[in-house]
């Protein structure tokens, strides 16, 4: 069976520090892969998302960058995190035809201090 | 282009009352329709979705949803709420053909009071 796993579920980190949220989905292949952002226990925002390795496309400008280095591999970066950084972190995966929707992972709380 | 509308922030009812969460979509082919809930710190679990057939799809947890074509709503509906009902409740769409991202609707909290 498809599983998905995200970690860490929840990460402390200060101003100006770097961040890597590490998502990898197992039991399927060449899914399609997103990372969403959830702030104030609300609204979903799609941050990224990624049809193939090597191909991301990004929705929202912002101080985040993605990678997909395998097909089962996704990984949300920052350089240097800002205070409006901090918030919930979910992770995504569907296959092509999307007939059965998104599996979630877990999430990661980001707190940025 | 796609969208969905949960109208209600929150829902209130008293456990053992049936609930409604409404849901109003706009795709411009035919629709996939899902719903997902989310406790407080976890990700979204996904509860039903209607693809095809009947107009009334049932879920997890007693859950079920009509889908209905003419209003172009999709309302989640059990018919006697529980305590553990309680969380935020998305409602999300897509069209059938290409490649579509899901769009979420904003969330309902449901609150169930003893």
């Known amino acids: 069976s498809q599983t998905i796993h995200q970690w860490p579920a929840t990460l402390v980190q200060p101003v100006g520090s770097p961040l890597s949220l590490e998502c990898t989905v197992e039991?399927?292949?060449?899914?399609?892969l997103y990372w969403y952002r959830q702030a104030a226990g609300r609204g979903l925002q799609l941050l990224f998302y990624s049809v193939g390795i090597g191909q991301i496309s990004s929705e929202v400008p912002q101080n985040l960058s993605a990678s997909r280095p395998q097909d089962r591999q996704f990984i949300l970066s920052s350089k240097k995190l800002l205070l409006s950084d901090s918030g919930f972190y979910l992770c995504?995966?569907?296959?092509?035809?999307?007939?059965?929707?998104?599996?979630f992972g877990s999430g990661t709380r980001l707190t940025v201090v | 282009a796609q969208s969905v509308a949960q109208p209600e922030d929150q829902v209130n009812v008293a456990e053992g009352n049936p609930l409604t969460v409404k849901c109003t979509y706009s795709v411009s082919g035919n629709p996939y329709l899902f719903w997902y809930v989310q406790y407080p710190n976890r990700g979204l679990q996904f509860l039903l979705k209607?693809?095809?057939?009947?107009?009334l799809v049932k879920g997890s947890y007693g859950f079920e949803a009509e889908f209905n074509k003419s209003q172009t709503s999709f309302h989640l509906k059990k018919p006697s709420a529980l305590v553990s009902d309680s969380a935020l409740y998305f409602c999300a769409v897509r069209e059938s053909t290409g490649f579509q991202k899901l769009v979420f609707g904003t969330g309902t909290r449901l609150l169930v009071s003893p």
């Open positions: 995504a995966w569907s296959v092509d035809t999307g007939r059965g929707g998104y599996t």
């Open positions: 209607y693809i095809t057939g009947d107009n």
């Open positions: 039991g399927t292949s060449n899914p399609n």
